[in-house]
């Protein structure tokens, strides 16, 4: 089935009708190969389906410009997300008339979050945005300017699934990590935890316990088992209870394609007990599994649904791998992860191209404390036990320590994965074990502790985060100090581990804009920092503010930066040299730093006109452009100030940088220009010329 929604993905409604006639042609001949040609068949089917209707959607035209219209929640919003909404009824010059338009996002609506189901009256100006959000195409996207809401979730699946999900959100804190955590666990709900901390959960293998699978489902059907079976309910009819009470729990986490595949299984086996029919694991999942793609080929391409059913094969496969080993529990537990994580490793470096390396050994000691948290949670929101909550919160935290250690540890990528599989597979040979577990321990060993191979020479190192400024100084001794760090604390820690970064130095924030400093909240979590260097300035901006929080609550030294100040780097030479007296504006109140390393280089932050003009005469060999090329840079200034080299640190942005007049400029002057858009990340020798 799944075979043939990509053949239908990929060439459409012949591969279907090309299958058909397969079948038909060997059906005489052999009624296994034919009923396998069928499947194929209709799961073309199913993916051509779903690839005309994704692209009749995308293709469809929307009113541009103002617009007010009526219709249906279909996926919740989301802080970075908008609600899928499927239009009924548009307002025109002649009134209100019927409107079956194609889906279109709409928000986010931070003061009133739109949820699924709602019927909503939204009045905004749409533009055509053909994409896709969680899957479902979307052929425009809608800026509110009012959102009301004229009719309550439709049905009883969705009026029970939508007040427990409220009654979760209500007792459970969202600001807190954890508890935003343990809603994760209960209902797959991360809103409320950062992108760090969902980072933090994915490299270290750990994602699948926010993403409601079927550890979930089973012990939602045990308390509802154990309900059903206070009432004397027969049966059959807790068959049909149990089937309702699936539907409800998909629901309530929103019909993940993890919570639909453990559903389905657990429904198949429900409905093969009530019929007195023997259902056993691997049918389940291949009847589940056959049976979503053929109703939604879109599964296909979902991340999640592909984890999922890898997952569940791979614990089908090889839980018995340490079997006969004591204790049972942890053995049996480390089975599972380990058997799951080898199911899952093509997926995840298809996808990601990393895999954990602490997978196994974070979830054997995750398991349990998600379990027990998962339970008290459950208990807290049922009952409102203040304690219960305490202690999910707790073991949650405790979840979140793990995760955040062993997302630190090295990723292994291809190379190093299709090693340790070979390797482990010579452990089967009697002869070759001790070679092969050597050789594993080998691998592994140099994954964790292989040297941080340093510049041989002082080096200054343009990081490619965006639009935004993040710029490294690397010395040979091994010392290092980041400028800056862009908008987004995760493109920040990529950038880094790309450099294989971890203690810094000495850390400097320009000043308070979100591009500049947004990148650097958190970063006391996941490096040692030296010092910290900020703007003397009035106004820092809540970003600064923030990231000088953390670093005072760790114990990092923190400088108000003047001119004079300097720092010693190895061989590097940092020097403040700005900013000259308190500027109304921020941008000309940037920190300037004067780098010298045998060849000079000049970082300036966001400074305009007006700053610049107040410089010293400079001319440094190295020229990181001011404000990412914007035209607020004084033309003169640039071309007297721009040396050897001028680097634009810019990304893609509505603001018009850089500006082709500055760009002009520095080509007038023959300066070799190079943009971390266009490059990525930027190395430049700053050693003696």
Known sequence: MWLGVWLGVLFGFIAGVACGIAAAGVSLRSIPVAVLVALIAAGSMSGSYTQERAAATMGAPVPVGPVEFEGRVAEDDGPMRPAVVHPEMLRTDDGWRRWSGPAVGVGPVPQEPLVAGQRIRVVGTMRAAPRRIRGDPVAGRVTVHRVEVVGMAGGPLFAVGNAARDRVRSILDLNHRAQALVAGFLIGDTTGLSRRDLDQLRRSGLTHFVAVSGSNVALFLAAWWALTALAGVGPRRRFVLGTMGLAIFVVITRWEASVLRAAFMAATVLGGAATGIVVDTWVAVGVAGAALLLVNGQLAMDVGFQLSVAATLGILTGSGMFSGRSPRMVWATLGA?????????????????????????????????????????????????????????????????????????????????????????????????????????????????????????????????????????????????????????????????????????????????????????????????????????????????????????????????????????????????????????????????????????????????????????????????????????????????????????????????????????????????????????????????
């Not at 050597?438 to 020479?457: E, K, N």
């Not at 810094?504 to 260097?533: F, K, Q, S």
């Not at 280089?601 to 001011?626: C, K, T």
């Not at 500006?659 to 023959?670: H, K, S, Y």
Request: hydrophobic share 50%.
């Open 337 to 689: 992860a380990c058997a799951a994580q080898i199911a899952v490793m093509p997926i995840l470096l298809f996808h990601f191209g990393t895999v954990p390396l602490m997978s196994p050994i974070a979830n054997v000691l995750s398991a349990p404390l998600v379990t027990a948290s998962t339970v008290s949670g459950a208990v807290a929101v049922v009952v409102g036990w203040a304690p219960a909550a305490a202690v999910s919160s707790a073991l949650a935290s405790a979840v979140l320590g793990i995760a955040g250690v062993a997302a630190k540890w090295p990723q292994l990528g291809p190379v190093a994965v299709a090693g340790v599989i070979g390797l482990g597979v010579l452990t089967r040979l009697r002869r070759s074990r001790p070679f092969a577990v050597a050789g594993t321990a080998a691998v592994v060993a140099f994954a964790v502790i292989a040297p941080v191979p340093l510049p041989d020479s002082p080096t200054a190192v343009f990081l490619d985060v965006g639009q935004g400024d993040a710029t490294l100084l690397r010395d040979p001794s091994g010392r290092v100090a980041l400028v800056d760090g862009g908008a987004d604390p995760l493109v920040l820690s990529e950038a880094l581990r790309r450099h294989r970064i971890g203690r810094i130095d000495v850390v400097v924030a320009t000043h308070g804009d979100i591009d500049h400093v947004g990148g650097l909240a958190g970063i006391v979590e996941d490096h040692a920092i030296g010092r910290l260097w900020v703007p003397d300035h009035p106004d820092p901006g809540h970003e600064l503010e923030r990231v000088v929080d953390e670093a005072s609550a760790v114990g990092v030294p923190i400088d108000r930066v003047e001119p004079g100040l300097s720092y010693r780097l190895g061989s590097i030479t940092i020097e403040a040299i700005g900013p000259r007296r308190r500027y109304a504006a921020r941008n000309d109140g940037s920190v300037v730093l004067w780098v010298d390393a045998g060849r000079t280089l000049l970082l300036a932050g966001d400074i305009g006109a007006v700053a610049q003009r107040e410089l010293s005469p400079l001319e440094p060999n190295v020229l990181l452009v001011p404000h990412h090329g914007s035209a607020s840079t004084d033309r003169g200034w640039l071309a007297a100030t721009a040396g050897e080299i001028a680097v634009v640190s810019v990304g893609q942005n509505t603001y018009g940088h850089p500006a082709p007049e500055v760009m002009a400029t520095l080509a007038a002057v023959g300066v070799e220009v190079f943009t971390t858009m266009a490059e990525g990340d930027v190395a430049i020798d700053l050693g003696s010329p």
